[in-house]
């Protein structure tokens, strides 16, 4: 053996080399060994950095009177002062009560409509009856919001609206449903249910589907009723989905989807439309209030982190996986 | 369960879930039948309601309309432009970044993740990012409406798990045959991916098709406006917007704004509507992966 690998000392030689090295560096060995993975990581990593922590060591503006043209560096301190205004601020209340009572509203028609639908389409034993619903109601989920917006203005516009038409022709007056502020609130609810409620069926059509069928007919051996097996059976084993989905939800509870809102707001509904995320975009970008503005997206991030792990921890107290 | 024992009150249950269940679906794309239906329509025949489904004398003029400037074809080119280059850049940034981290052996990749994670419970907020987009001199560039969304969190995870449990073995044996990380990945990871890399594809596509938030907010210049910001000025805010409307022939009849709006609305939808059935294939199945923990 020797004698045909001649080098065999020297790869020895070689390789003990690389060891102590390994042994006083094994870090930057390891770093070497998968230099290609690094070069393919950094990409990703410089977005991350430059996107999202850079934004996030950005957030400081807050705490200052900020100025494009000083920067961060050199803009004056100002400590809580913007966040002291903001809380003093009438405002405060106003968006405060818009954003809490969409979520409530949110939590109350929109949240439970998919586990509804979902829990009758599993009812559904014609096949091709339930591939077609599937396939009709998922399809508004990837319009865009703009879309949707303009199909509820061509629809409800007093000037021809074929909403309006209708409600005119039934009541003999039209409605103004785009500017009145007591439609806003069900308009979005609306809107929303309308674009997402079949494609959240989804997750709980799978959940759904992993139940084992066995339970099933043994229920049915015991006499139980359609309701009964829905209750004892069906309902037990979504829950954790339900409950996972509920946290996710919570812990957005503050977010009221910006870019609906913002595309249905206008002059005559804004008492009722604005809340925290659009309010921001208007003080913000349009009247360059940079500080004040980002000041209140703090405060809206951290009652969103606050609410997450609450939210998480209150599903793990009642014996849920939860998130984190 | 056996039909035969279905007692009265099941079968009444089946009657209103099969009746209310078909109402559902039609109630959800009726909206968007009755748009195109009335994209077609004469003036007449919108303001007399002579018509639901279909139009009697259906008529083009108001597609005539909207594309006698260049104003539509302005738009539709950004949105196409923003779309390709944007997925491309999406795909590009999350697969070579999921790769890596699909090694369980890379030092520092629980760093990493959190890292990652992290982003999808905190953010700077909406001035932050755009001052930074500011800063790097981004506005007016279709890179502003590109780069900042490059990769979604959420879909490298999925993408990151779908690597890592593909099989071992494959790997190791292109490893011994002499591949490198690079080539293990373009050789062996990527062929494999394909379904789910379509699937990812098309759900970033659509996400910048449908894109308007950030091009509002970093695109002013309007000769840059993709379709979905052109959508909002003509419908919502009932404006050409590029004002170069008025270099029409004179001759020309103005269809009823109605359906020219209706007319907007289906050139917004159909390119949508068009890849629907490539994804349908796929999406359940992307969304399923998303749920699994991991």
Redesign the interface.
């Known amino acids: 053996m020797n004698a045909t690998l001649p080098s065999e000392t020297d790869n020895a030689a070689a390789a003990a080399a690389i060891r102590t090295a390994a042994k006083r560096n094994p870090?930057l060995s390891?770093?070497k060994k998968?230099k290609?993975?690094?070069l393919?990581?950094a990409?990703?990593?410089l977005?991350?950095l430059?996107?999202?922590?850079?934004?996030?060591?950005?957030?400081l503006?807050a705490f200052q009177n900020y100025s494009?043209f000083l920067g961060v560096a050199g803009s004056e301190w100002v400590g809580f002062e913007h966040f002291r205004n903001f809380f003093a601020n009438p405002d405060f209340t106003r968006l405060l009560r818009n954003t809490l009572i969409l979520a409530v509203y949110d939590l109350a028609f929109f949240f439970p409509a998919p586990i509804a639908?979902a829990l009758?389409?599993n009812?559904?034993?014609v096949g091709i009856?339930k591939r077609?619903?599937q396939?009709?109601?998922?399809?508004?989920h990837?319009?865009?919001?703009?879309?949707v917006?303009?199909?509820t203005?061509?629809?409800l516009t007093t000037s021809?609206g074929?909403v309006n038409?209708v409600v005119a022709a039934v009541t003999g007056e039209k409605v103004n449903f785009l500017s009145d502020p007591k439609w806003f609130r069900p308009l979005i609810i609306l809107q929303i249910m309308?674009k997402e409620t079949?494609w959240g069926t989804?997750?709980f059509l799978?959940a759904l589907a992993s139940v084992d069928v066995e339970q099933?007919?043994a229920a049915?051996v015991d006499g139980a009723?359609?309701f009964q097996r829905l209750i004892h059976i069906t309902l037990p084993a979504i829950s954790s989905t339900i409950v996972i989905l509920l946290i996710l939800r919570l812990g957005n509870f503050l977010d009221n989807g910006?870019?609906q809102i913002?595309?249905m707001t206008n002059s005559l509904n804004r008492s009722v439309a604005d809340v925290f995320?659009t309010y921001?975009?208007f003080v913000?970008?349009t009247q360059g209030a940079?500080s004040y503005?980002?000041a209140i997206?703090?405060f809206?991030?951290l009652v969103?982190?606050v609410l997450?792990y609450g939210s998480n921890w209150l599903a793990k107290k009642f014996g849920q996986e939860g998130?984190l | 369960?056996?039909r035969k024992?279905d007692?009265l009150g099941?079968k009444a249950?089946?009657a209103c879930?099969?009746t209310?269940?078909?109402l559902?679906?039609?109630?959800?794309?009726l909206?968007?039948i009755?748009?195109i239906a009335?994209s077609f329509a004469t003036e007449v025949e919108?303001?007399e309601?002579k018509f639901f489904l279909f139009p009697r004398d259906p008529s083009i003029s108001a597609y005539q309309y909207i594309f006698s400037t260049d104003t539509m074809f302005r738009a539709m080119a950004n949105s196409v432009i923003i779309t390709v280059f944007g997925t491309a850049t999406n795909l590009?940034?999350?697969l070579?970044?999921a790769?890596?981290?699909s090694?369980r052996?890379?030092?520092g990749r629980n760093a990493?993740m959190n890292?990652?994670i992290f982003?999808m419970?905190?953010?700077?907020?909406?001035?932050?990012?755009?001052?930074?987009v500011?800063e790097?001199g981004l506005l007016d560039r279709y890179a502003a409406v590109i780069?900042?969304g490059?990769?979604s969190a959420f879909n490298?995870i999925v993408i990151k798990n779908f690597f890592q449990n593909l099989p071992a073995g494959l790997e190791e044996s292109a490893r011994i045959d002499g591949c490198?990380?690079?080539g293990v990945?373009w050789r062996i990871v990527l062929p494999l991916s394909k379904p789910i890399i379509a699937t990812f594809g098309l759900f970033y596509a659509?996400g910048h098709?449908?894109?308007?938030?950030s091009a509002l907010?970093f695109l002013n210049d309007h000769k840059m406006w993709p379709l979905?910001?052109m959508?909002?000025e003509i419908?919502?805010l009932s404006q050409m917007a590029a004002g170069d409307i008025n270099n029409l022939d004179p001759d020309f009849v103005e269809p009823?704004a109605?359906s020219v709006?209706?007319a907007?609305?289906v050139v917004?939808?159909v390119p949508?509507?068009m890849?629907?059935p490539f994804?349908?294939k796929h999406?359940?199945k992307g969304?399923?992966l998303g749920?699994i923990?991991g």
Not at chain 1, 142 to 147: D, K, R, T
Not at chain 2, 24 to 29: D, S, Y
Not at chain 2, 121 to 132: A, H, K, T, V
């Open positions: 870090w390891k770093v998968d290609w993975l690094y393919l990581l990409p990703g990593l977005y991350f430059l996107f999202k922590y850079v934004p996030m060591w950005g957030v503006i494009p639908i009758l389409l009812e559904i034993r009856f077609f619903v396939t009709m109601v998922y399809v508004p990837f319009v865009s919001m703009v879309i917006a303009s199909m203005y061509v629809f021809g074929i038409e309308w079949g989804i997750i799978a099933y007919e049915v009723t359609r910006f870019e913002f595309l995320d921001v975009y913000g970008i940079f503005s980002t997206g703090l809206k991030s969103g982190i997450i998130i | 369960m056996n024992h007692s099941e249950f089946d879930n099969y209310f269940l078909a559902f679906a039609i109630v959800t794309v909206p968007f009755y748009i009335g919108l303001t309601r590009a940034f999350t070579t970044m790769y890596s981290l090694r052996d890379l030092l990493f890292m990652i982003t419970l905190f953010s700077g907020g909406m001035i932050p990012s755009y001052l930074i500011k790097l780069l900042p490059a990769i490298l490198t990380d690079l990945l659509v098709w449908n894109n308007f938030f907010l979905q910001v959508l909002r419908v919502m009823p109605q709006k209706m907007v609305i917004g939808t949508i509507l890849v629907y994804l349908q999406f359940a969304v399923l749920s923990k």
